[in-house]
């Protein structure tokens, strides 16, 4: 096959990771593969959101491995005991040497590459032939969340090295992909040339995520549903609990945390040590149940870390108005979050760590059946509109064959 139909994708999350990036290359590299590219793979082992590798991928067995025409290559990873910048600099390049021996040093016409890690931008930039295209999609800024959550706290001089490096690595890459302006804005301050950067959103696959009409909706339960780690501000979910059970007029509400993640352990002892009984916590739905599932709350909660609001885009959002859900997330003034609630009009966006304030809103939320409609129908027309899985997905194709029409 030519090279201008052969695509390789390198990346550290991936496929059968079933939150954070790792679904979210999976679709790309499916859809590049549905259009007939040879679809190559190098990632790690699967482990994320958990501290180990995932049991049926512990030996060399699934090390090579083919999903829907896509063939993966694995490497072992070198997975962080500890939350630091430093630990998760040696394993990017624990990441880093394991790619170059697995690739053997060839080169490629087309590559595409997830930052976080801008380990992987490099190896596409090395990997890359004279004449081939280098795509680098940027879900979160490495350096900009770890210094808003303080993941470089006592390796000051590591944490600046991360933001040169960042700046020389994407501007050698031929097209940047972000989310939001808001990461277009930061890749932007931290010295990346704008031209090479284009806006292409998270989609939603409208044959999976839908509304489910005919389920009846528990008026006293708040959700969560996602990855439970350190940029999601999941502290101020219990303090809003401890709020909810002090008041009568909430004090029969619950709250579900549904997912997993690095700080779940963290959360499960907090609420143990209050003694709050109005917290459960739960598995990730299946994506067949998806939908359903994420139904039965009167309303969603997506906290957002305020120091790390203006490098991440959560893609919950996307679902949630996919499905028509009411949710209040927690962000900045003029953060990213802030600026696409008033964009597209489906959400309601409070000032972060303020409990009384969060429960006051959904109190007034609740009782406003009005505007939860309104909400809901606003947030669901906007992404029909604008977030199309067909349509997003034939974006990067686009931005592939670009180079080569």
């Known amino acids: 096959m030519a090279d201008s139909r052969q695509v390789i994708l390198i990346t550290q999350f991936f496929a059968p ?145 991360i933001k040169k490096v960042e700046s020389i690595a994407l501007n050698k890459a031929d097209q940047i992909v972000v989310l939001t302006e808001g990461m277009r804005n930061s890749l932007n301050e931290i010295g990346v040339n704008d031209q090479i950067i284009s806006l292409v959103p998270i989609w939603v696959d409208f044959e999976v995520i839908k509304p489910i009409n005919e389920i009846k909706i528990d008026p006293n339960l708040l959700m969560y549903s996602g990855n439970l780690g350190s940029k999601q501000g999941l502290d101020q979910i219990i303090h809003l609990a401890m709020e909810l059970s002090k008041d009568s007029r909430t004090k029969d509400m619950r709250i579900i945390l549904r997912g997993d993640g690095n700080y779940k352990s ?64 927690t962000a900045s003034k003029n953060s990213t979050l802030d600026l696409f609630a008033k964009e597209s009009g489906g959400f309601i966006v409070v000032t972060p760590n303020d409990p009384v304030l969060l429960k006051e809103k959904i109190l007034t939320i609740i009782n406003d059946p009005k505007t939860r409609k309104k909400l809901e129908q606003n947030g669901f027309n906007y992404i029909r509109e604008n977030n199309s899985k067909e349509t997003v997905l034939n974006e990067y194709v686009k931005l592939m064959d670009n180079k080569f029409s």
């Open 266 to 329: 963290v959360l499960e002892s907090k609420v143990k040590e209050l003694g709050l009984k109005n917290i459960e916590f739960k598995k990730l739905a299946d994506k067949s149940l998806l939908s359903f599932k994420l139904s039965k709350p009167i309303i969603h909660l997506v906290p957002q870390d305020p120091n790390a609001s203006e490098f991440a885009m959560p893609s919950k959002i996307y679902t949630l108005m996919g499905i028509g859900k009411t949710f209040i997330a």
């Open 17 to 161: 990771e079933q939150i954070g990036s790792g679904p979210y290359l999976f679709e790309i590299a499916k859809w590049f593969a549905n259009k007939n590219y040879e679809t190559e793979v190098i990632t790690n082992r699967p482990y994320y959101p958990y501290k180990q590798v995932f049991s049926e991928y512990q030996k060399k067995k699934l090390d090579k491995e083919n999903l829907n025409n896509v063939f993966i290559k694995r490497v072992k990873p070198f997975i962080p005991k500890k939350n630091n910048i430093f630990e998760r600099s040696i394993s990017d390049l624990f990441f880093f040497f394991q790619v170059l021996f697995k690739n053997r040093f060839r080169s490629h016409h087309q590559i595409i590459t997830l930052c976080p890690s801008i380990i992987s931008v490099i190896l596409g930039n090395i990997f890359k032939k004279k004449k081939g295209k280098h795509i680098v999609v940027v879900h979160d800024i490495q350096s900009g969340l770890a210094e808003g959550l303080q993941l470089g706290k006592g390796f000051k001089l590591i944490l600046k090295l």
